[in-house]
């Protein structure tokens, strides 16, 4: 990236789209936001469709450099920017694998197959059609992974180590979008919802990406 140029992430509204602008404010990143929303034809454009073929969000483009996937993002920016004293990384390789672990078991396991399923069926019936037993099975499938991430932090202040890392970015965003469909957290996740909320970086990211909704406790 040349001096003086912005990295630019396009793509804003989301949960996807809120955990690379958040893992940038918390390394202190200059950065500019392209608030494209999805199914707005924004993401269908030649144009667009030039930086990622498969017209989705969100989207950074880092000098020459474009890539795509929040955790792929958010694992690249930690990687090129990161350091002690901004976003932790492990650096044991086990520890790195623990973290990795969690991340994909959160994207996996609450995002994809649970929170998403919940939000094409529920939010977004009128594009992809009601189903009322998916909704069901993906509440339940939700609570049942939330579960097993509440007994984790029981003791715990983050997921990996003690400290703030990219796998609690994934579990904070999942934790909101879960409090937003009205799912009965644990006293432990509570906890932990309530003390990352107070992140000035989450505060940033937040305002930033969902455009000065007020934040929920």
């Known amino acids: 990236m040349s001096k003086g140029e912005k990295m630019q992430f396009f793509g804003a509204g989301t949960s ?3 955990r690379p602008v958040w893992t940038a404010e918390e390394l202190n990143l200059d950065y500019e ?3 494209i929303g999805p199914r707005t034809g924004e993401t269908q454009t030649d144009e667009y469709t030039r930086l990622n073929p498969k017209q989705k969000i969100p989207v950074l483009v880092d000098g020459t450099f474009i890539l795509t996937e929040s955790v792929a993002i958010c694992r690249y920016l930690i990687n090129k920017y990161g350091g002690e004293s901004t976003l932790y990384s492990p650096s044991d390789m086990e520890a790195h694998a623990k973290e990795d672990e969690w991340v994909a078991y959160i994207y996996g396991e609450i995002d994809e197959t649970s929170l998403y399923v919940m939000r094409r069926h529920g939010d ?3 594009i992809y059609g009601e189903a009322p037993q998916a909704l069901d099975a993906a509440r339940n499938y939700a609570l049942k992974h939330l579960g097993v991430v509440a007994a984790h932090l029981k003791d715990k202040q983050f997921l990996v180590g003690n ?3 990219v796998a609690d970015i994934f579990l904070m965003s999942c934790l909101d979008w879960a409090f937003h469909y009205g799912l009965d957290l644990a006293e432990s996740l509570k906890r932990y919802r309530n003390a990352i909320s107070h992140r000035e970086a989450y505060k940033r990211a ?3 990406n969902f455009s000065g909704q007020q934040l929920e406790q």
Do not use: D, I, S
């Open 163 to 165: 400290r703030f890392g």
């Open 124 to 126: 977004l019936k009128a």
């Open 16 to 18: 996807r789209t809120f």
């Open 33 to 35: 936001l392209v608030p």
């Open 206 to 208: 937040f305002t930033r």
